[in-house]
Nanobody
């Protein structure tokens, strides 16, 4: 079974940066597309970015130009560099395979203060 472990969240001021890390074990990581998702308080979990096995990236408009997704296949790891953070980026962030598994990791909390 694939395990997903997210880390790197924290409390940051508006305009600040954080880098999230997701380690995925138990699968042929280099062949998987991976995505980052987030769930704000009271909202549904939503997709924000993905990276294919070949490195093709996709972002939703709300993070385009501020967030960068990357991967290190040797470490079974996908990253999310988040710059110019805004209070509306406050959420629990999760990673998952694409297509998604039917379970999630524990996520990592990102809180952006104004």
């Amino acid at each position: 079974q694939v395990q997903l472990v997210e880390s790197g969240g924290g409390l940051v001021q508006s305009g600040g940066s954080l880098k999230l890390t997701c380690v995925a074990s138990g699968s042929i990581f280099s062949q998987d597309s991976m995505g980052w998702y987030r769930q704000a308080p009271g909202d549904q979990r939503v997709f924000i970015a993905s990276i294919s096995s070949r490195g093709t990236v996709i972002y939703v408009d709300s993070v385009q130009g501020r967030f960068t997704i990357s991967r290190d296949n040797a470490k079974n790891t996908v990253y999310l560099q988040m710059n110019s953070l805004k209070p509306e980026d406050t959420a629990v962030y999760y990673c998952n395979k694409i297509p998604r598994l039917d379970y999630w990791g524990q996520g990592t909390q990102v809180t952006v203060s104004s």
